[in-house]
């Protein structure tokens, strides 16, 4: 009898011992998969390449943590005072991450939190979108992102490749983003060591984007319009100013390319809004630290053509050019 009771004795603590391991060890797991996220999307304005890296942006964090994160996703409709009122409700309302769409978005959301993550995208240059000197590749703070920027030097030789005879290029952007200034400003040096006349024409806002694109449309032999927000909200606008004079357009992104380009060197907006969506990820479980983390660049790029510009302007595009869809 007293054997059966040691037995049935030692059995119990056992038991108890497995069932005290059991419950503890899931209760930390089941909180941590139970913890839900909140992250505020500010996007300055609706167009297919912003859109598009909003979408990756979503796709990739749900894909890593399913319903546990909720989007509160503002457009600011292209006004950059908007971004303000857009990011200071997301620090009142104590979002766990902001994702900053474009650079105002990115400067309103830096100068409203030092505190809450913020991961930029759509963002050319984050030296000179946050004036910082001394640029290492990586912003600190609570700031980290992806950039949108595709290689001004090879967009530079596409325009001397598809425009040989081309001696004087109009460099048409917005005045009000820091980043069309910044790649302006570097095609200008690239264009000018090529031995062409780089000339800047520069707009205000939708008001006077017709007027100052004919402007360089009268003077120049190809117009280079960099990755900006503006411009590609205007589209039609320079499309209608540039088709009939017959002024060819070499882009600094697929979707201004799509409205009014010939060409552009392309890097996919869905991709880095991906790739911001698993570095948020990282940040929200806590694997990463958002004031180390380097900003991250498109894994590619790709020389495109409109194949229907092309064909108004007479353009015959060489070898290694894909047709956008």
């Not at 108890?16 to 060890?25: E, K, L, Q």
Request: some cysteine; aromatic content about 6%; glycine content about 8%.
């Amino acid at each position: 009898m007293r054997k059966i009771l040691a037995v049935a004795l030692a059995a119990v603590m056992l038991l108890g011992m497995t069932a005290c391991r059991a419950s503890s060890a899931p209760a930390s797991t089941t909180a941590a998969a139970a913890e839900k996220y909140v992250v505020g999307i500010c996007q300055l304005v609706q167009h297919d390449a912003l859109d598009a890296a909003t979408q990756g942006f979503k796709d990739a964090l749900t894909e890593e943590l399913g319903d546990r994160v909720t989007f509160e996703e503002k457009n600011a409709s292209g006004e950059p005072a908007n971004c303000t009122t857009i990011v200071n409700g997301f620090v009142s309302s104590k979002v766990d991450l902001i994702m900053a769409n474009a650079t105002p978005a990115l400067q309103a959301a830096a100068s409203a939190t030092g505190d809450i993550p913020i991961l930029g995208t759509s963002v050319t240059d984050y030296a000179t979108a946050l004036e910082i000197d001394n640029w290492n590749g990586t912003v600190g703070g609570n700031i980290s992102g992806t950039s949108d920027l595709a290689p001004l030097s090879e967009q530079a030789a596409m325009i001397q490749e598809l425009f040989p005879e081309a001696k004087t290029v109009g460099l048409l952007y917005c005045s009000a983003e820091a980043n069309s200034q910044y790649q302006v400003d570097e095609m200008t040096k690239y264009l000018t060591d090529m031995g062409l006349t780089a000339t800047p024409f520069a707009f205000t806002d939708t008001n006077d984007v017709a007027s100052v694109a004919q402007a360089a449309c009268d003077a120049s032999d190809v117009i280079y319009i960099p990755t900006d927000n503006t411009a590609a909200s205007n589209t039609e606008a320079i499309a209608n100013v540039v088709l009939p004079a017959k002024v060819p357009v070499v882009a600094g992104e697929e979707g201004i390319c799509a409205g009014c380009g010939a060409a552009t060197l392309s890097i996919s907006y869905y991709d880095i809004g991906y790739a911001t969506g698993k570095m948020a990820a990282r940040i929200l479980t806590g694997e990463a630290d958002v004031s180390t983390m380097p900003i991250e660049y498109a894994p590619q790029v790709t020389k495109k053509y409109n194949a229907a510009n092309c064909e108004a302007l007479g353009i015959t595009i060489p070898e290694g050019y894909e047709a956008m869809g």
